[in-house]
């Protein structure tokens, strides 16, 4: 436990354990809305906000955040008016970004390949004081949004038609989501990178969901993954001086394997289980119960 005596380690380790609970919190929507791949476009849009980070000598959290948010706002204008255009749209948005900062960094004073890939896959020892508070005061507001909002985000990301009928404002939250999404992007950035953090976002959710499909349960295990893979491939990074970003993506889809793995025999013994209790209540026996005895949780 020698690395908790280096301060870059106790900083990488708290931005780590705070990018394990918001990338799954924000994630099950994205998975539930079936955009599954949005990270990855707000990512390449936040590298424009890094490289005007360092042209303009700002923090680069800060600015990234705030082209990541607008990026965010300008995907979800897309989707509601881009019609048939809307992917072409979405890609110049995105290689736009990505190229953008790539060019900032480089016009930028001090700028160097190696300032960019600290921020495209994480870094361990580029994480500061700064980049610390940053990061707490962007996830506390994830988490505030994904938890004290979880039934309306749900809600909308299930049926927004439906949704729309029980009086929900869906843009207003279609809206909220995305931006929660662009702040989740920018916490994870110094940890996992702008390239890797899509797979932090949708792979924990993933594999919870190989456990159950309550919303609630996937909830907690898939945030619970999130900080067990960020913290363990920290570590990992530390003793082996491999990339952090790409050790902790790998350790999560190790885990989404495993879980894969054990819960295919379970899925077969309960669809056994159900396929003998359908037939007992076809034939009636007693004690049994029958469909209208069934309930809906």
């Not at 998975?31 to 360092?54: K, S």
């Not at 909308?156 to 009928?165: G, H, I, Y």
Request: net charge positive; proline share 3%; charged share 10%.
């Amino acid at each position: 436990m020698e690395f908790l005596n280096y301060a870059f380690m106790q900083r990488a380790l708290l931005a780590a354990a705070l990018v394990g609970i918001t990338a799954p919190a924000v994630g099950i929507y994205l998975v539930q809305r079936r955009q599954a791949l949005m990270g990855d476009g707000i990512g390449h849009v936040a590298m424009t906000g890094v490289g005007l980070g360092f042209l303009l000598s700002t923090s680069p959290v800060w600015m990234a955040t705030a082209v990541a948010v607008v990026g965010a706002v300008a995907m979800e204008l897309i989707r509601w008016y881009g019609k048939t255009r809307g992917d072409i749209a979405l890609a110049m948005l995105f290689y736009g970004g990505m190229a953008g900062g790539v060019m900032l960094i480089n016009l930028a004073p001090g700028g160097s390949n190696a300032n960019l890939s600290s921020y495209l896959f994480g870094s361990l020892s580029t994480v500061s004081d700064d980049d610390v508070t940053a990061i707490c005061l962007l996830a506390a507001f994830v988490v505030l949004v994904t938890v004290g909002l979880r039934r309306q985000l749900f809600a909308v990301s299930q049926d927004e038609e439906f949704a729309r009928v029980t009086g929900l404002p869906v843009r207003a939250l279609n809206l909220l989501t995305a931006v929660t999404a662009a702040v989740t992007v920018t916490v994870a950035m110094r940890v996992v990178g702008l390239l890797l953090v899509s797979a932090l976002m949708v792979v924990p959710v993933a594999a919870a969901q190989q456990l159950t499909r309550s919303f609630a349960a996937t909830f907690a295990i898939a945030v619970a993954i999130g900080v067990c893979v960020t913290l363990g491939g920290t570590v990992t990074s530390y003793y082996q001086d491999v990339p952090p970003g790409a050790t902790i993506v790998l350790l999560t889809i190790g885990v989404f394997i495993v879980l894969t793995l054990l819960a295919t025999p379970l899925a077969r013994r309960r669809a056994r289980i159900s396929a003998a209790r359908d037939m007992a209540c076809t034939a009636g026996v007693p004690g049994t119960r029958t469909p209208s005895d069934e309930v809906t949780v």
